[in-house]
């Protein structure tokens, strides 16, 4: 094929969604205090319901709601305080007509009563009389059996990324072992002869390897396991050997570096050598990130990242990100937090390329701004003064200061 011939973002990504796996990892069973961040495998359905009773969120008295209509301050309703319920023990009596039980928040309701009296709202003539100054309707100040998580109801759906509240649904639930998704595994390798290691003092040309800590950041907070191949020099033998062992390994491999066409520029060939010509594509129309490759060694996806950080990163957020969650399982469609905010400046953009821009979010007025961080794409400082990226299609000629974007927001407060 003609390498360098770039097509478009769109046609890249379903490129790339016609030579994926449905799924690369495995299924593994883990405690719940292991499962935060990990995927959910398959779906799970609650075994009882929550909360297993009807409770009171409140303190005061149960009641039967209809024997509060029309009570005030100046006419409260006597009711007859027949006991006492206490935390963590069921009621041994039931309310009727009349009458009323003091009631702890969280305790359960008796039965008869549908309703709780706030403490606050009630009064006491003596130890067992009760008045009530103003009505509550049926279910007011209670949690009915069930009403938060139905027994049979499914809790969590497969491809669910688990939070801390979902830990906590799953706890309420009794549910103390997860079966999840296997991290997937994700090799990253940097090249470039003038590339060295963040421990070293770069001389003379030679500049510090940053993308491959800020690749495998992006992939570890994705849920990746990564294992970093270190940097290989501009030779092709070498980067056969590494790119191989990497592909060998892993269920996805980021070589960052060697995407242009230069004469040291080996990633195409390595991956032509260990697919048998399997390139999908060389050459996005997009900015930054035009040199990206994309292609497949087995059934293991191989991204040629550019070696501009803000590239790498950028093309890592818009391509790379979106293959890890379907590769874990969790749908080629997941959508990150995305808000509108008002553009405080003009950006020109080339027709017939896709631009991403990056900008700072302030809040100021009501509601978002978005100010653009300028600057070239090997400038490392562009992504860490950017909260978030705009995208502008390729149809367009630029946005204007005061248009209303979407951000996709990529750090957050």
Not at 168 to 196: F, H
Not at 253 to 262: I, K, N
Not at 275 to 301: E, N
Request: net charge negative; glycine share 12%; with cysteine.
């Amino acid at each position: 094929m003609d390498f360098f011939n770039c097509i478009s973002l769109s046609k890249a990504q379903s490129l790339i969604e016609s030579r994926l796996p449905v799924t690369a990892t495995l299924i593994e069973e883990v405690l719940l205090p292991e499962a935060l961040g990990r995927v959910v495998a398959v779906d799970i359905a609650a075994g009882e319901d929550l909360p297993p009773f009807s409770r009171s969120t409140v303190d005061g008295y149960a009641v039967l709601s209809r024997d509060t209509f029309g009570a005030g301050e100046g006419a409260p309703v006597m009711l007859d305080i027949i006991g006492e319920v206490f935390m963590g023990q069921a009621a041994g009596f039931s309310v009727r007509p009349g009458q009323a039980v003091i009631m702890p928040t969280g305790g359960m309701l008796p039965a008869g009563a549908d309703a709780v009296v706030m403490l606050e709202h009630t009064e006491r003539s003596d130890t067992e009389t009760l008045l009530v100054l103003k009505p509550v309707a049926p279910g007011e100040n209670v949690i009915a059996k069930g009403e938060d998580i139905r027994v049979g109801n499914i809790v969590m759906t497969s491809g669910t990324k688990l939070t801390p509240a979902d830990i906590g649904a799953l706890a309420a639930c009794g549910i103390a072992k997860v079966k999840v998704r296997a991290q997937l595994k994700a090799g990253i390798i940097s090249t470039g002869d003038e590339v060295v290691d963040i421990t070293e003092t770069p001389v003379g040309g030679q500049v510090r390897d940053i993308n491959t800590y800020t690749l495998a950041a992006m992939l570890t907070e994705a849920g990746c396991k990564v294992t970093r191949y270190g940097v290989v020099k501009d030779k092709f033998e070498d980067l056969l050997a590494t790119v191989g062992k990497a592909a060998s390994e892993n269920q996805l491999v980021l070589v960052s570096g060697g995407s242009s066409v230069g004469a040291r520029d080996h990633t195409v060939q390595v991956i032509e050598e260990l697919g048998r010509q399997d390139i999908v594509f060389h050459g996005l129309a997009v900015k930054p990130g035009k040199p990206t490759i994309f292609g497949m060694v087995g059934s293991v996806p191989v991204f040629g990242l550019p070696g501009h950080p803000v590239a790498a990163m950028t093309i890592c957020q818009t391509l790379v990100l979106p293959v890890v969650y379907r590769l874990q399982g969790r749908g080629p469609n997941r959508v990150n937090c995305r808000i509108p905010a008002r553009l405080t400046r003009n950006c020109a953009s080339a027709p017939g390329r896709d631009d991403v821009l990056r900008v700072k979010l302030n809040w100021q007025g009501g509601e978002y701004l978005a100010e653009p961080v300028l600057g070239k794409s090997g400038l490392i400082s562009v992504m860490t003064q950017a909260d978030g990226v705009v995208r502008v299609p390729a149809d367009s000629s630029g946005l204007y200061a005061g248009d209303i974007v979407t951000v996709e927001v990529i750090r957050e407060a």
